[in-house]
């Protein structure tokens, strides 16, 4: 459920618009999970400030740093670190996850001194299907302690997003086909789409699709009891 969300100016990018998000919301017990452009110190030292904690994706637009937790974990028998592996099967599709998370991580902190930095962590995920085998390898920087099981939840959850959220808005409200571009109307039918999915959403079981919902609201009545139930 989308619960806040903030414009990102035509001159500008998420960098500096997640700050402003982060300003709106409560973050006191908190963990926050961040795709890599939010991977920056201001924002972290943000989350920490606030009393939250983060997960984040590390890739090469901190050079250094990625450079940096990819060497430390190619020389994983030199520090202490906790391991979890995860299988999924379906779709057609066998998927092995793999967290690796460290806390060992004096000598990397003394070098960045990035802000709540206490763990970091190496997810490997291989998929197979009948036609292919693919693999992937990426890096994270937290503010939590090491934990592999922990982490690789959060993780999934944050990637979650794209298929609950993002995914859903494009297939069913055919968010991506808009051809509105005036800022205030664009913006308005963003907020009107979400606002509607989180009401859907609500009213959702486990047989019942959105689109079915979607038709049940052209009857007023049925609309006014999902608002009531909302």
């Known amino acids: 459920m989308l619960l806040c969300q903030q414009k990102v100016n035509k001159k500008s990018n998420e960098i500096t618009a997640i700050p402003v998000l982060l300003d709106i919301l409560d973050l006191k017990g908190v963990t926050v999970t961040i795709d890599a452009m939010g991977c920056q ?4 030292q943000k989350i920490i400030t606030k009393q939250g904690d983060y997960v984040i994706a ?3 637009n901190q050079p250094t740093l990625y450079q940096d937790v990819q060497d430390y974990f190619q020389e994983i028998g030199e520090f202490s670190y906790v391991t979890f592996e995860h299988w999924d099967k379906g779709h057609a599709r066998l998927e092995r996850r793999v967290c690796t ?13 990035w802000p709540g930095l206490q763990s970091i962590a190496r997810v490997e995920s291989c998929v197979k299907t009948k ?3 693919s693999s992937m390898t990426r890096y994270f920087v937290s503010s939590l302690k090491a934990n ?3 982490h690789l939840e959060l993780i999934r959850k ?9 995914w859903v808005l494009d297939l069913t409200f055919n968010e991506d086909k808009s ?4 800022e205030n109307a664009a913006l308005n039918l963003s907020v009107a789409r979400k606002l509607a999915l989180n009401v859907l959403m609500t009213n959702k079981d486990e047989k019942t699709s959105l689109r079915s919902l979607q038709r049940k609201c052209w009857n007023t009545l049925n609309a006014i009891k999902f608002l009531d139930n909302f």
């Open 179 to 182: 051809c509105v571009r005036n």
């Open 101 to 113: 998370v460290t806390d060992d991580i004096d000598w990397l902190q003394k070098e960045h001194q």
């Open 41 to 44: 110190l201001e924002i972290c």
């Open 58 to 60: 590390l890739k090469e």
């Open 148 to 150: 592999a099981a922990n």
């Open 131 to 133: 036609k292919k085998e």
């Open 158 to 166: 944050h990637w979650g997003i794209e298929n609950t959220l993002h």
